[in-house]
C-alpha cells in the first residue's frame, strides 16, 4: 500500500485528493493546524473523515523540526504540499506571514525529504497567480513571471527552490502550475464561492445585494476535482518537471456573476462603470449587485488563460468540467446548505 502525506487536509483540494488517492488505493496521511477548534467540515461533506485508512495529522508547514520529525515517522512514498496561506487579497496585509508559509514552508518539506530520504516524490502546489501581470496569452510553462502579490511572489520563490532541489540533489520533486479551480469546496473569501452562496441567500430572500471589488478581472476557473488527478498524475510521470493545468477559457468576474444568477432563473443587467457599476434585477430593476472598492487589491492580476497542452500530451490530463457546469454545481450545494440553514 503507497503512502502519501497531503498538507493541507483542511483546505479544498486537500479534501479532494484525500477522497482521490483512498480511491486509489493509498494510506493517506493529511495534516492540520492545531487551533481551538479545528475545523474538518469538507472531509466530512465528502464521506471521508473515517475511512480507516485516513490519518489527521497535526503539524505546521513553518516549523522545519516538525517537517523532518514527520517525513521522518511517516516514512511516506509520496508528498503533496498543499498547505498555504493561499488568499492573494490578505497577503497584502500579511506580507511576513504569507512568506513564511507560503514561500519557506515548502524548502522545509524539500529539506525534510533531502535529509531523511531523497526518493521520496514530492509535489508543490505553484499557481498561475506568478504569471501576474500579462506577459504573454495563453499563459504556458515557458512564459516569463511576474507575480503581483506577496502570495505570488512567495510562490515564485518556492516554485523555484522545487527546480533547484530537483536539478540539485535528483529528487522527484514537481510543480503544478494550476490556474483557479473551484468547487462546493471552495473557502467563501474567494470570488466564485462569495458569489454562488450570496446568489443563493439572494434568491432565499436571506441577502438584498452582493458587494464585490473589480468585475473585470479576467480567470481561467476550472473544477478542483479534475486538477487533484492532475497532480497525482504528475507524480506517477517517468520524470519530474513542471507543468501548467487549465482549462484554456477565461471569463470575467461579471460573467461569473451572470452565469451565477442565469442558474437561479434571475437576469442580471450591469449599469455604470467602475466604482459606480451595479447590477439590476431585469425583472424587478432591484440592485443586486454593488462593487465596493473595499474589496480592491493595490496591484491586480488582469488577465489569466492557461495552455495545459503539455500535462495533456505527457498526463494524458484534460479539464473536463465545463464553467457552466461548475458554476451551477456550487449554486446547487449553496442553495441547499442555505435551505437547510447553514453555509460553511
Ligand atoms: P485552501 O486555502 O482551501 O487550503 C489551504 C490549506 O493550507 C488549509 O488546509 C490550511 O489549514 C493549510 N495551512 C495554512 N497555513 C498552514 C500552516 N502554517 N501549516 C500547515 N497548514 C497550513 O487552499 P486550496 O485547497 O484552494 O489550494 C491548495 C493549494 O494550491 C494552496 O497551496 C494554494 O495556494 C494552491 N493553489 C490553489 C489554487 C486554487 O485555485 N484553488 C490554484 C493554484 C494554486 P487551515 O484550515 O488551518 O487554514
Ligand atoms: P485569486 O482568487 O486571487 O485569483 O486567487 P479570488 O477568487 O480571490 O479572486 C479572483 C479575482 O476576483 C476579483 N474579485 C474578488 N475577489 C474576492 N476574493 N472577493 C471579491 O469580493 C472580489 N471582487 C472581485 C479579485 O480581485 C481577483 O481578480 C486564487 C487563490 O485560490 C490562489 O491561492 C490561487 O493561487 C489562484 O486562485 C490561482
Known sequence: MKKAIITGISGQDGAYLAQFLLE????????????????????????????K???????????????????QKIQP???????AQSFVGVSF?????TTHITGLGCVHLLEAIKIVNPKIKFYQASTSEMFGKVQEVPQTEKTPFYPRSPYGVAKLYAHWMVINYRESYNIFACSGILFNHESPLRGQE???????????KIKLGKLDCLEL????????WGFAKDYVEGMYLMLQAKNPDTYVLATNRTETVRDFVSLAFKAVDIEVEFIGSDENEIAVDRKTGKTLVKVNPKFYRPAEVDLLIGNAQK??????????????????????????????????
Open 311 to 344: 500535462a495533456k500530451e505527457v498526463l494524458g490530463w484534460e479539464a473536463k468540467c465545463t464553467l457552466e457546469e461548475l458554476c451551477s454545481m456550487m449554486i446547487k450545494e449553496d442553495l441547499r446548505r442555505n435551505k437547510l440553514g447553514f453555509s460553511f
Open 190 to 200: 474567494f470570488v466564485t464561492r462569495k458569489i454562488t452562496d450570496s446568489v443563493a
Open 93 to 97: 496585509e500579511q506580507p511576513i506571514t
Open 213 to 220: 471589488g473589480n468585475m473585470d478581472a479576467k480567470r481561467d
Open 24 to 51: 486509489k488505493g493509498y494510506e493517506v496521511y493529511g495534516t492540520y493546524r492545531r487551533t481551538a477548534s479545528v475545523n474538518f467540515w469538507r472531509i466530512e461533506e465528502l464521506n471521508i473523515k473515517n475511512h
Open 53 to 71: 485508512n485516513l490519518h489527521l495529522v497535526e503539524y505546521d508547514l513553518t516549523d522545519l523540526s516538525n517537517s523532518i520529525s514527520m517525513i
Open 77 to 83: 512514498d509520496e508528498v503533496y504540499n498543499l498547505a
